[in-house]
Structures are given as structure tokens and as C-alpha cells.
């Protein structure tokens, strides 16, 4: 039987930082609501995939970055991410035996409620909006996890095979 390679750190990190382009990269203003949470989905895919080297403070480095980048309270969302991959490491085990449909349902579930936190953060720190269109990432996210996940697959039996 075949032994599975650990996947490189720099792998990681790399998918990672193009997540934080991807998540801060400007876009019109009417096309705000619809871009998935890019570094979120990252964040679960990695936490799921390794979760004895990327956790709670592979979120918190991230939201600092992010936090730096988009110039919002610092710590905002350090909090943010660190809860995800916190919630990550809860449903880990259970996580692993679902199918990608119910995986998709479970990570609208877990970007829904930190996009719920973040919305609250929003209340209590600035203006914030009232309607429900901030869950319109989440939806996007569970919505593109099954292909993420069958590309990034894909991607890592190519580079363990060649």
C-alpha cells in the first residue's frame, strides 16, 4: 500500500496568499456582494486537508494580513478566520466521512456563521446593513466547494504522481 506525501508547506502558504489576492483584488461596486470568501474556503479546504499543520493560527496570521490590506480594525478578521478554522477543527472528524454535497451544506453552514459574526462586529464597530445579502458569499462558497475541491485533487495527484 501506497504512503500518501505530506503536502509541502509552501504548497499551502502560496494557495493561501493567492486566496488573499483573489479576496482583496477591487472589484465594481455592484459585483461586491458576490464574490465568494475566497480566503475562508482556502482556510477549510487546508484545515480539512492537513489539520495537524494548518489551524487556528494559520486564520489569525491570515486575518491580520487581510486586516492590514482592507484597513479595518485590527483584529477583525484575525477573529474571523481563527473562529473558522476553530469551527473547522470541531467538525474535522465528521467532515471527512461526508459526501461533497454534504460538505458543500456544511461549509455554507460554517462561512454562514462567521459571516454572521462579522456582520454582528459590523454593528458594533461601523456601519453594517440589514439585509440578508451578506450571506450571498457563503452561498457562492458552498456552491464552488465541490469543484475546488475535485481541482485541488486533481493538482496534488499530478505534482505526488510526476
Not at 500518501?4 to 499551502?12: K, L, Q
Not at 482583496?24 to 489539520?51: F, N, S
Request: glycine share 6%.
Amino acid at each position: 500500500m501506497a504512503r500518501a506525501t505530506p503536502t509541502p508547506m509552501i504548497w499551502v502558504w502560496l494557495s493561501m496568499l493567492l486566496a488573499l489576492c483573489l479576496q482583496v483584488m477591487p472589484l465594481a461596486d455592484g459585483w461586491q456582494i458576490w464574490r465568494p470568501d475566497w480566503l475562508g474556503l482556502m482556510l477549510i479546504y487546508w484545515c480539512m486537508k492537513t489539520p495537524q499543520r494548518v489551524g487556528v493560527v494559520h486564520g489569525f496570521v491570515l486575518g491580520i494580513l487581510l486586516d492590514l490590506i482592507e484597513g479595518v480594525p485590527l483584529g477583525q478578521n484575525a477573529l474571523l478566520l481563527s473562529l473558522l478554522a476553530f469551527l473547522c477543527a470541531l467538525v474535522y472528524p465528521r467532515f471527512r466521512a461526508y459526501s461533497l454535497l454534504q460538505q458543500a451544506v456544511l461549509i455554507l453552514v460554517l462561512l454562514g456563521s462567521v459571516q454572521l459574526v462579522e456582520q454582528w462586529l459590523r454593528t458594533l464597530l461601523g456601519p453594517f446593513s440589514i439585509h440578508l445579502s451578506f450571506l450571498l458569499p457563503s452561498l457562492i462558497g458552498a456552491v464552488l466547494w465541490p469543484w475546488l475541491t475535485t481541482l485541488f485533487r486533481a493538482m496534488r495527484r499530478r505534482f505526488t504522481h510526476s
